[in-house]
Nanobody, 115 residues
Framework: QVQLVESGGGLVQPGGSLTLSCSAS????????MSWYRQAPGKERELVAMINRDGVIRKYGDSVKGRFTISRDNAENTVRLSMNSLKVEDTAVYYC????????WGQGTQVTVSS
């Protein structure tokens, strides 16, 4: 069955960096667009970044452009989100998502940015 397992979340100070990983299994990874979403308390889930099948085309939410980088390793069935210059407002649960129909979500990993 399809599984998406996120890791790498934690507590970081403002201005710090963190890299999230999503390990995928149960499907042919390089056939799917992958993305990261996040959801802060009391807010709707929002797109953070998306990457196409070969990693050439990347799309970012306006609030993270220039600070976050999405990448994928099709040999390792992994998609990553490198986050720099983190802000308090980046605090959220971050989810990995396999795009397409049907779509699949990971269980999420908490990122807390606080001094």
């Amino acid at each position: 069955q399809v599984q998406l397992v996120e890791s790498g979340g934690g507590l970081v100070q403002p201005g710090g960096s963190l890299t999230l990983s999503c390990s995928a299994s149960g499907f042919i990874f390089d056939e799917y667009v992958m993305s990261w979403y996040r959801q802060a308390p009391g807010k709707e889930r929002e797109l953070v970044a998306m990457i196409n099948r070969d990693g050439v085309i990347r799309k970012y939410g306006d609030s993270v452009k220039g600070r976050f980088t999405i990448s994928r390793d099709n040999a390792e069935n992994t998609v990553r989100l490198s986050m720099n210059s983190l802000k308090v407002e980046d605090t959220a649960v971050y989810y990995c998502r396999r795009m397409g129909s049907p779509t699949y979500w990971g269980q999420g990993t908490q990122v807390t940015v606080s001094s």
